[in-house]
């Protein structure tokens, strides 16, 4: 059986967001200092929500495991539930995806298990809102976070946003998506077609007949019939179009008899 249109998307939408939630979680790069005290003009140091790393564009050198130098941003209070939300999600998004495939049965000749692809697709949907929560909260007070960074200018520090923000919102809306989508099979969509518990009889094309000619009924109006003499026996009309015609050169028919003969002798037969 073919696998519903509204599967497919799902499944390829949710896997997706979830690398990309995952790539998130642990790059640390959520935000990133620039113009840094004490430092060179091209250092940058990137903060994510589990480590902090310093990295020279110059020298291509990448530092980490510096979480232990700045203490004061890991006591943001936005760090502890962006870490915990993130988490969540990643588990919620695995087990959604788990109850969503073996319910799909794409490989099977079956048809799909909407009840239990529902319920797959809410955990889907769910892990989604706890991705975008902690990013859109993390983005809302990006410049307002605590740090023990200090900078060449404190009044306008230069902080950006990382590459985790972007991915994380990705991430987060295409599994939003993927679920709403698969939680379709929850309604009867279009009558029950599209999930396969009705199937609709095959309707062949419509054929435009002509009606039949019709065929004229036969004339109930015949003229009476028209005789010289008083006869019972009535003239055809073929008789009575010849007799009219050609009274007189009207072939004597076979087996009529002459009406000028009688029956009593005359002097010649004796």
């Not at 903060?47 to 050198?61: E, F, L, M, P, Y």
């Not at 009309?237 to 028919?253: F, H, I, N, V």
Request: net charge positive; aromatic share 8%.
């Amino acid at each position: 059986m073919r696998t519903p249109g509204i599967l497919i998307f799902g499944l390829v939408l949710a896997p997706c967001g979830w690398v990309l939630d995952l790539t998130s979680t642990v790059a640390p790069n959520w935000r990133q200092l620039y113009s840094i005290s004490g430092q060179s003009g091209d250092t940058v140091i990137n903060q994510g929500i589990w480590d902090i790393c310093k990295s020279v564009s110059t020298s291509n050198d990448n530092i980490c495991n510096l979480r232990g130098t700045d203490q004061a941003y890991f006591n943001n209070q936005i760090i502890p539930v962006a870490q915990g939300l993130m988490v969540a999600s990643l588990i919620v998004t695995a087990v959604g995806l788990a109850v969503v495939t073996p319910a799909a049965r794409c490989w099977t000749d079956r048809p799909p298990r909407w009840i239990l692809a529902g319920v797959g697709g809410l955990l889907i949907f769910c892990s989604g809102v706890l991705t975008i929560i902690p990013i859109a909260w993390y983005t809302h007070i990006l410049t307002r976070l605590n740090t023990s960074t200090t900078f060449t200018n404190p009044q306008s520090p230069d902080i950006r946003v990382g590459y985790c923000i972007v991915l994380g919102y990705i991430g987060g809306i295409m599994e939003v998506l993927g679920g709403l989508v698969i939680c379709v099979g929850f309604c009867r969509c279009c009558s029950g077609r599209n999930r396969g518990e009705k199937p609709q009889p095959m309707r062949s094309p419509r054929q435009t007949t002509r009606a039949p000619n019709r065929v004229p009924y036969p004339r109930t109006h015949i003229p009476r019939s028209v005789t010289r003499s008083s006869s019972s026996v009535p003239y055809s009309r073929d008789s009575l179009d010849d007799e009219l015609d050609y009274p007189r050169a009207k072939a004597q028919r076979k087996g009529a008899v002459n009406p000028s003969y009688n029956s009593r002798p005359y002097d010649a037969d004796l």
